[in-house]
């Protein structure tokens, strides 16, 4: 099974928390956004844009109070999938995340800085799907290559390209469904979501010990409504 994930850059597994699970912690996720506000993070770029509210990891206990039990099923799983070795990133406010994508809120297309991150689908809704293109990155290793890195990137976000190049994988919000991908080389996006609810979401991010994760203008830009430098900030510090 490790094997096959690494090759494939995708697993999935249905059914990971049940239905009662998965409404119980929508219930407290809403109720902190009706009580608190949940910041709502918009960022226009080309193609497909950043629309959603967050629960960051210095607050997702406010959110889900058993999240400490949540991470360690998960992490459990995470073992038996992609082996050995995988500890959560060295940012406490990436590694654990929750997010709450709006009627009409999308996800734009980016890498992980990390090298599998987990998604648990707590609810379903029209549209919404998680649009991957898995192992599809020419990664360079050593911050020198930032700019060579960049224009790489960019190049295979291009939707000729990935007709061309990619493989398509397209996974639905189904509720307690648990979903690996290598996150670092593996292209992803949310699509628009439609009807009238919020699609929330889990998300949970590993990679191996002595990695660099702290990435203070990325967090800037994905987990506050402060406004954006110009440029994109996962080449940034």
Known sequence: MTTEFWK?????????????ECE?????????DRTEGLPLIERRVRERSLKYKVVNGLL??????????????????????????????????????????????????????????????????????????ANYRILLRGGRYQKIQRRLDSLLRLRFVRRLFGRQRLV???QGTLLFMRGNTTLHSVRAVLGTGDRIAVV???????????????????YTSASASPGDPNYRG
Not at 8 to 20: D, M, R, T, V, Y
Not at 24 to 32: G, N, T
Not at 205 to 210: A, E, L, N, R, W
Request: with cysteine; proline share 7%; aromatic share 8%.
């Open 8 to 20: 494939e850059g995708i697993a999935l597994q249905p059914h990971f928390l049940s239905a009662q």
């Open 24 to 32: 119980q912690h929508c219930r407290s996720v809403l109720e902190l």
């Open 60 to 133: 997702i206990a406010e959110a889900i109070t058993d999240i400490d039990d949540l991470t360690t099923r998960v992490e459990a799983e995470l073992e038996r999938t992609c082996g050995p070795g995988l500890a959560p990133i060295e940012d406490a406010v990436a590694a654990r995340n929750i997010n709450v994508t709006p009627p009409g809120g999308e996800y734009r297309w980016h890498y992980d800085r990390n090298a599998v991150t987990a998604i648990i689908y707590l609810n379903e809704v029209p549209g919404g799907e998680t649009e991957i293109f």
């Open 172 to 174: 639905e919000p189904h």
């Open 204 to 222: 949970l991010s590993y990679d191996f010990p002595g990695r660099e994760h702290r990435r203070d203008a990325l967090n800037d830009y994905l």
